[in-house]
T-cell receptor
Framework: KAGVTQTPRYLIKTRGQQVTLSCSPISGHRSVSWYQQTPGQGLQFLFEYFSETQRNKGNFPGRFSGRQFSNSRSEMNVSTLELGDSALYLC?????????????FGPGTRLTVT | GQQLNQSPQSMFIQEGEDVSMNCTSSSIFNTWLWYKQEPGEGPVLLIALYKAGELTSNGRLTAQFGITRKDSFLNISASIPSDVGIYFCAGPELQGAQKLVFGQGTRLTINP
């Protein structure tokens, strides 16, 4: 079974621009979560989508948004990029089950804002 | 929000040595997850623990769910060079929510 895929793997943007990152979950996984990883803050939860609806949200500004499509693929968007948005953005998918929290991560998208 | 504290932050060991690391929380967790991350890659799930006192192995890796539900431990026996990486503990911030909180990680370096 193929793992979680993320595109692109690397991205360089300029302050003020916007960016869209894409994630394809493991086949059969219906929940997709996004995380931001930086050296200073570590791994921080952005949001989670299930059945095209945002179920959970982390403590990030409204410039960070996402969506999920009917095939469970997900995108996240960051508008008006700031230097501090430079990070590794990780997508994780999971089978939705009441007692399972196992999330499987993609390789990430490395975003550099200049 | 909940925070997970991992220790040690880094370890420098010789190949063949055993490794122990732990993760603690000020609040109770009902699930503990252990991940490993290598440079340029996303975290890989190693072990999931769901029951207090549970001891689970995955090859040379063994993890335990502390009986207080506020801690977890990961041991690696007979370390090899490919064990190099950063090990993270994680748990769901809220019961029923796919929202994980992560520890700061333990960076493992192995001298051959």
């Amino acid at each position: 079974k193929a793992g979680v895929t993320q595109t692109p793997r690397y991205l360089i943007k300029t302050r003020g621009q916007q960016v869209t990152l894409s994630c394809s979950p493991i086949s059969g996984h219906r929940s997709v979560s996004w995380y931001q990883q930086t050296p200073g803050q570590g791994l921080q939860f952005l949001f989670e989508y299930f059945s095209e609806t945002q179920r959970n949200k982390g403590n990030f500004p409204g410039r960070f948004s996402g969506r999920q499509f009917s095939n469970s693929r997900s995108e996240m968007n960051v508008s008006t990029l700031e230097l501090g948005d430079s990070a590794l953005y990780l997508c994780a998918s999971s089978v939705v089950a009441s007692s399972s929290y196992e999330q499987y991560f993609g390789p990430g998208t490395r975003l550099t804002v200049t | 929000g909940q925070q997970l504290n991992q220790s040690p932050q880094s370890m420098f060991i010789q190949e063949g040595e055993d490794v122990s690391m732990n993760c603690t929380s000020s609040s109770i967790f009902n699930t503990w997850l252990w991940y490993k991350q290598e440079p340029g890659e996303g975290p890989v799930l190693l072990i999931a623990l769901y029951k207090a006192g549970e001891l689970t192995s995955n090859g040379r890796l063994t993890a335990q769910f502390g009986i207080t539900r506020k801690d977890s431990f990961l041991n690696i026996s007979a370390s090899i060079p490919s064990d190099v990486g950063i090990y993270f503990c994680a748990g769901p911030e809220l019961q029923g929510a796919q929202k994980l909180v992560f520890g700061q990680g333990t960076r493992l370096t192995i001298n051959p």
